[in-house]
Structures are given as structure tokens and as C-alpha cells.
């Protein structure tokens, strides 16, 4: 929504703060100068198994599918979050991970050419926001041309995950921004594999949304406000470039100190920014079973400050520090392992889902409040997500091939 001014609410914060609530006129002018907006969104989430689809498949199959009904409305926003964009093999997770320029970036922009030319031929007004790519992890949002005037400190970042967490193959990217007057934050991620890893899951998930990874906004504030989000995507990028290099020789000069003839010494602890390397990247557990409801607690971790050209401190924040949170991607929970496969398969011909659902990793990891805490998600009534033989709507149940349980591995969840 749109706000009050500044010093209409300095004027009831001190009021609150003295416990003088007799004037009524500051509390009616909140009321009055203060408007509730709500604004359709969109948002999908999906493991394209390294395929590029179509124009009229991403039409037909993402965007404007035929087989259930859409609202009549066209969404005012559209976010996307693809998972495993190019193949995941050590080749491309390194070249993708160190190169400027790679496979991953180029399929990023296919796919969000060809999805902003179906929203385009279906709505001329919307544009391309904003997003990124890291390995096969892409978050991408447009909007309809009549928000791009209310959307201001606009910033895109991404957390490594992968192997020592410094490898994009697992991970997040996230996009945030100023939507009038509420903060919104997107993240598109893809967590840790196979049946067994739930805590590494549930460490994935505390890091890439407490871990603070935007700049502060003062400096992002000094972008022209009449400017429009693309040349401030633009100078944003490049203000990140250098950010960035300033951070890793920061960080080379922290990590590393000088001793005599041996020249330099690994310090004990690494700090990284960008890559999601923590001093103490064990999410404690025992955070979880106190009984809060609440939102989740920041992550253990060094101080998140970065040290300016000037030598000032930088603060940073992070996906947790918004009004508004959008989760999606391949979370990769599963059923839990004392449920048979077979089980599985007679549970889903037998449209019990919900029954299913109860045995369902994140179901069970929400409910002891270990990850997740505050958000919401959909109820699972539609059949599990993975694993399908590709291009078809059957699963991958073939005698020749590694039998895969089903499960809810792709999610959107939100604050």
C-alpha cells in the first residue's frame, strides 16, 4: 500500500512512546492517508531437467494452461523460478560457477526471451523487472507496465550452496525490491538431493534467507528516482560488479595474514559473501523445539559488514528483513524413508493425497517448527511433482531405471 508521511509518523510513534493517545486527528490521518492495495501475482516454480521448452509450450503448458481454469484478470506480476536450467553435470556446475559469461547465462536469456514475448502477445504492457542465473538456478519477475513507476531499490543476488559452498549447483537467487510501500523479496532455490539429507535441507533453507546478502539501502537509495527500472538494473549491476571486487580482495586480505619466510597462512575461519561459506554452517536444531511459531531466527553466523574503499562499515540484510517473502523452487523433500514405494504409488492411484501429504518431509519438518516458521503454502491436492518420465505425464516407475519415489519436491511458499 501506500503510506503516510514521515512526519505524520513520527508524530504517532511519539504518541505511542508517551502513551498520549487522546489525539485523535494523528490516528484519522493514518487512517485517510493510508491506501490497501492487492495485486495478482503469479508465481511458478520448475525443474526443467536442463530442457529448454518451446514458445508454445511455455504458452500452453506455464503460462496460460487450458486444462484448469484462469483467473479472468491477467496477473499483475509474474515471477518464475527454474531449477536445473542446463544439464548438472561437473563440466558445466564448474564452468558455470567461476565463468562470466556461460551456458547457463545463455539459456537464462533464451527462457526469458521466449517468456516475455508469450506475456507480450498476451499483454503488450508488461516488461522484464528483473533477475539472474547461477548454474542452473533461475529466478526471473515482469510486471505489467502500470507498477514499474512504484517499484524503486531494486537488487539481485545470489548464495552458492553447492559442494563446499562454493559451487551454484545448489542454492538461491533472489530479487528484491520497494513495491510501494511494502518490501517484497523472491527467491528461487534448489536444495540438497536424496531421501536421507533433511537436515541439510533444512540447513539450506536458514541460510539463503537469513544469510545477509543485499547492500544497504541508503547507497541503492542514491540511484536517481526518476529513473526506470532498467537503467537502474543497470547501474545496479555495475555498482555490484564493483562491490564485488572490492569484497574478494577484502576477503583475501581477512583470511590471510603474513608470517615470516612462509609467506601467506590460512587464517582458521573463511568469510564469503557471495559463495554462503559459514564459520558455523550447522543450523542448531535445538533453535526449533522451543515451541516459536514465529518467524524463523537469523543464522548463526560472523558479522554480516562489509568494509567499504573508505574503510566505513557497509550494512547488509536479508531475505528474512522484508515484509513479504516468496519461496519457490526444488526444495527436494521427499516421503519419509519408512514409507514403501509401492505404498506410495497405491496412496496416489487412490487420490489419498492429503493422506500422503502427512508422510511428506516438509509437512513433518514445519510441524516440529524447524524450518519455515510464519509462512504458507497450498494444500498439497495435486499429485506429487517428481519424478516423471520426461515429456510425459506418467512417473518414472520404468524396471530398466533407478526407481524414484514420488514426492512434493517443487513448493511455493510465502510470508
Known amino acids: 500500500g501506500r503510506g503516510p508521511s514521515p ?18 486527528f494523528v ?51 509474474v515471477i518464475i523460478g527454474l531449477q536445473e536450467m542446463v544439464e548438472l553435470s561437473a563440466a558445466n556446475v564448474i564452468e558455470n560457477s567461476v565463468a562470466k559469461t556461460s551456458s547457463s547465462t545463455e539459456r537464462f536469456q533464451n527462457w526469458k526471451d521466449m517468456v516475455l514475448q508469450v506475456l507480450q502477445d498476451r499483454n503488450s504492457n508488461y516488461s522484464f523487472v ?17 507498477l514499474l513507476s512504484d517499484i524503486r531499490n531494486l537488487q539481485v543476488q545470489k548464495l552458492a550452496r553447492g559442494v563446499g559452498g562454493v559451487l551454484g549447483n545448489k542454492g538461491a537467487v533472489y530479487l ?128 554480516r559488514t562489509n568494509v567499504s574503499a573508505s574503510g566505513t562499515k557497509a550494512k547488509m540484510f536479508s531475505a528474512n528483513d522484508h515484509d513479504i517473502v516468496i519461496f519457490v523452487g526444488d526444495l527436494n523433500y521427499r516421503i519419509v524413508a519408512s514409507v514403501d514405494i509401492m505404498d506410495v504409488y497405491e496412496m496416489i492411484h487412490g487420490h489419498e493425497l492429503l493422506r ?17 516458521n510464519g509462512f504458507n503454502e497450498g494444500l498439497l491436492t495435486f499429485p506429487p511433482t517428481y519424478q516423471f518420465i520426461p515429456g510425459k505425464n506418467v512417473y518414472d516407475d520404468r524396471k530398466d531405471k533407478k526407481m524414484r519415489c514420488p514426492a512434493w519436491c517443487d513448493r511455493i511458499l510465502w510470508r
Open 27 to 77: 490516528k484519522d490521518s493514518l487512517q485517510r492517508s493510508t491506501s490497501l492495495f492487492g495485486i495478482p501475482l503469479k508465481v511458478l516454480t520448475w525443474n526443467v531437467n536442463g530442457k529448454l521448452d518451446t514458445i508454445d509450450e511455455i504458452r500452453e503448458k506455464l503460462l496460460f494452461p487450458t486444462y484448469y481454469e484462469m483467473p479472468t484478470d491477467d496477473p499483475k506480476m
Open 356 to 372: 500422503l501429504a502427512s508422510y511428506d518431509q516438509l509437512c513433518q519438518e514445519r510441524e516440529r517448527n524447524r524450518v519455515f
Open 176 to 303: 528484491r525490491m520497494d513495491l510501494m510501500d511494502s518490501s517484497l523479496c523472491f527467491i528461487s532455490a534448489h536444495f540438497a538431493a536424496h531421501r536421507e539429507k533433511v537436515k541439510k535441507r533444512n540447513e539450506d533453507y536458514h541460510a539463503i534467507l537469513t544469510i545477509a546478502v543485499f547492500h544497504d539501502l541508503d547507497e541503492v537509495s542514491s540511484i536517481a528516482p526518476q529513473w526506470t527500472v532498467a537503467e537502474q538494473q543497470k547501474v545496479g549491476k555495475l555498482r555490484a560488479e564493483v562491490d564485488r571486487v572490492k569484497r574478494r580482495m577484502n576477503n583475501a586480505l581477512q583470511n590471510y595474514q603474513f608470517a615470516p619466510r612462509t609467506g601467506l597462512v590460512p587464517t582458521q575461519s573463511f568469510h564469503s559473501t557471495q559463495s554462503g561459506m559459514l564459520n558455523n554452517s550447522s543450523y542448531d536444531m535445538t533453535n526449533a523445539s522451543n515451541g516459536d511459531k514465529g518467524r524463523d531466527r537469523s543464522y548463526s553466523t560472523t558479522d
Open 130 to 146: 528483473g533477475g539472474e542465473c547461477m548454474v542452473g538456478v533461475g529466478l526471473m519477475v515482469f510486471c505489467d507496465g502500470s
Open 7 to 24: 512526519l505524520l509518523l513520527k508524530r504517532y510513534h511519539e504518541e505511542m512512546m508517551t502513551g498520549d493517545d487522546n489525539d485523535n
